[in-house]
T-cell receptor
Framework: GQSLEQPSEVTAVEGAIVQINCTYQTSGFYGLSWYQQHDGGAPTFLSYNALDGLEETGRFSSFLSRSDSYGYLLLQELQMKDSASYFCAVNEAGTALIFGKGTTLSVSS | NAGVMQNPRHLVRRRGQEARLRCSPMKGHSHVYWYRQLPEEGLKFMVYLQKENIIDESGMPKERFSAEFPKEGPSILRIQQVVRGDSAAYFC????????????FGPGTRLTVT
């Protein structure tokens, strides 16, 4: 069956670095995406990894290891506005996304 | 460039009524996806459409639910004879040709069934 596992909650302080892990088990795999969602609003795309390695986009980086079926999202220089839910999602067949249940990140001052 | 638009933002229906949710994709996007999200849960894929075609409806319940994306006008997700369990947030997303991993989401429609 399909499953994506990620921690349900993570807490950190402003300025810190936090890593949100995601392990997946799907029948197909094109790549791993990360989305951010504030307070049930529209999810917004953060990053995508199709190949092994690290992708960096400003304060956010994402990593993928296809052999380990594992990836992570790294958030640096945390700000209060980064408090949100973060979802990993697998592009299984090149079309629809399979989402994890999300990780709620709380950033405190 | 306007983003993905959904309406209504909030919809209240009594059990047994019909709910119609509309989605206008971003300009230039021909691929539309519908997802459902329950509180404290991730988004669950329902259906993927291109203009006038349903490409993948594997996530959609076989009964009471239908979707369309006509040649002209928005995509419609239709739920007939709603039940309390249909209460959820329904998100629409769109993507450019063959770029399914980067999807642009609308603000969602919150459906409440009383």
């Amino acid at each position: 069956g399909q499953s994506l596992e990620q921690p349900s909650e993570v807490t950190a302080v402003e300025g810190a670095i936090v890593q949100i892990n995601c392990t997946y088990q799907t029948s197909g795999f094109y790549g791993l995406s990360w989305y951010q969602q504030h307070d049930g609003g529209a999810p917004t795309f953060l990053s995508y990894n199709a190949l092994d390695g690290l992708e960096e986009t400003g304060r956010f980086s994402s990593f993928l290891s296809r052999s380990d079926s594992y990836g992570y999202l790294l958030l640096q220089e945390l700000q209060m506005k980064d408090s949100a839910s973060y979802f990993c999602a697998v592009n299984e067949a090149g079309t629809a996304l399979i989402f994890g249940k999300g990780t709620t990140l709380s950033v405190s001052s | 460039n306007a983003g993905v638009m959904q309406n209504p933002r909030h919809l209240v229906r009594r059990r047994g009524q019909e709910a119609r949710l509309r989605c206008s994709p971003m300009k230039g996007h021909s691929h539309v996806y519908w997802y459902r999200q329950l509180p404290e849960e991730g988004l669950k894929f329902m259906v993927y459409l291109q203009k006038e075609n349903i490409i993948d409806e594997s996530g959609m319940p076989k009964e009471r639910f239908s979707a369309e994306f006509p040649k002209e006008g928005p995509s419609i997700l239709r739920i007939q004879q709603v039940v309390r369990g249909d209460s959820a947030a329904y998100f629409c997303a769109s993507s450019p040709e063959s770029v399914g991993h980067e999807q642009y989401f609308g603000p969602g429609t919150r459906l409440t069934v009383t």
